[in-house]
């Protein structure tokens, strides 16, 4: 079985904002494409055409309706939708890593990342079995283990400009609701922002001690009614001048 680092040098990962997530699906389909063009073996699809599509995603975003709880101001608050990205976590006691039989999962020192080496994989399932977020999947076409990589081959990518030099989630993202950093360093933007917003782990009963982070969303600002048209309805002005003030004037004599 493979051992866990005692501790790494940094803590890379992911900070995401349920708040501003509007559930586009960019960071899914900018992961699948740089994913299956760069680093290790392509994502593959099987039947993406035909009547039963499937495929390998190391990012999925999912979609929930949920009702926040009544409060005396709010008794009846309005249900909301939140949209939910979820991908490896990259937990400091990854079971993951520890299940592995071959060695083929194992996590950095130098940064926290937790990775597949694929030519050691033989594809046996027992990371998928010990991960409680779901985050590994089997690629059925070259029988290995796949899962997200934080963009290693990006982020350290000095042939890249220096703001490419991120997750490409993390760049694609239109709403800003992705970012990126070292969760280790409390100076961090991404650990100032986990602090300000008050960032969550996902599933903390299961003792995994995830890197990544999820910030809740806020509640909700109450709107007062009004007439979206009102406006656009009320007269430009009281008495017109110039040609406008002839031609109003011309018009009742009609």
């Keep these: 079985m493979t051992q866990l680092p005692a501790s790494t040098a940094k803590k890379l990962g992911l900070v995401i904002d349920l708040d501003t997530c509007v559930g586009c699906h960019a960071c899914v389909i900018s992961c699948k494409g740089w994913n299956t063009e760069n680093y290790g073996a392509p994502l593959s699809d099987q039947e993406p055409y035909?009547?039963?599509p499937s495929g390998t995603f190391l990012n999925r975003v999912h979609s929930y309706e949920v009702q926040?709880?009544?409060?005396?101001?709010?008794?009846?608050?309005?249900?909301?939708?939140?949209?939910?990205?979820?991908?490896?976590?990259?937990?400091?006691?990854?079971?993951?890593?520890?299940?592995?039989?071959?060695?083929?999962?194992?996590?950095?020192?130098?940064?926290?990342?937790?990775?597949?080496?694929?030519?050691?994989?033989?594809?046996?399932?027992?990371?998928?079995?010990?991960?409680?977020?779901?985050?590994?999947?089997?690629?059925e076409h070259e029988g290995v283990m796949k899962k997200c990589t934080l963009c290693v081959d990006r982020i350290y990518n000095e042939n890249l400009p220096e703001i490419d030099r991120t997750p490409s989630c993390v760049r694609t993202c239109p709403a800003?609701?992705?970012?990126?950093?070292?969760?280790?360093?409390p100076d961090s933007a991404v650990s100032q922002l986990v602090a300000e917003?008050?960032?969550?782990?996902?599933?903390?009963?299961?003792?995994?001690?995830?890197?990544?982070?999820?910030?809740?969303?806020?509640?909700?600002?109450?709107l007062p009614e009004f007439d979206v048209l009102a406006p656009y309805l009320e007269p430009v002005a009281e008495n017109p001048g110039g040609f406008i003030g002839w031609l109003d004037k011309a018009l009742e004599r009609i």
């Design 68 to 139: 926040p709880l009544a409060t005396s101001s709010k008794p009846h608050p309005a249900a909301q939708t939140i949209h939910f990205p979820k991908s490896c976590l990259h937990c400091e006691d990854a079971p993951c890593v520890t299940v592995c039989p071959t060695g083929a999962s194992y996590k950095r020192v130098e940064d926290g990342i937790v990775l597949v080496n694929e030519k050691d994989c033989i594809g046996c399932g027992l990371c998928a079995w010990a991960c409680p977020y779901g985050a590994r999947e089997m690629d």
């Design 197 to 222: 917003r008050g960032g969550i782990d996902l599933m903390p009963e299961q003792g995994t001690k995830p890197v990544n982070q999820y910030l809740p969303p806020r509640p909700k600002d109450d």
């Design 50 to 52: 035909g009547a039963d």
């Design 176 to 185: 800003g609701a992705r970012h990126f950093g070292d969760l280790g360093d």
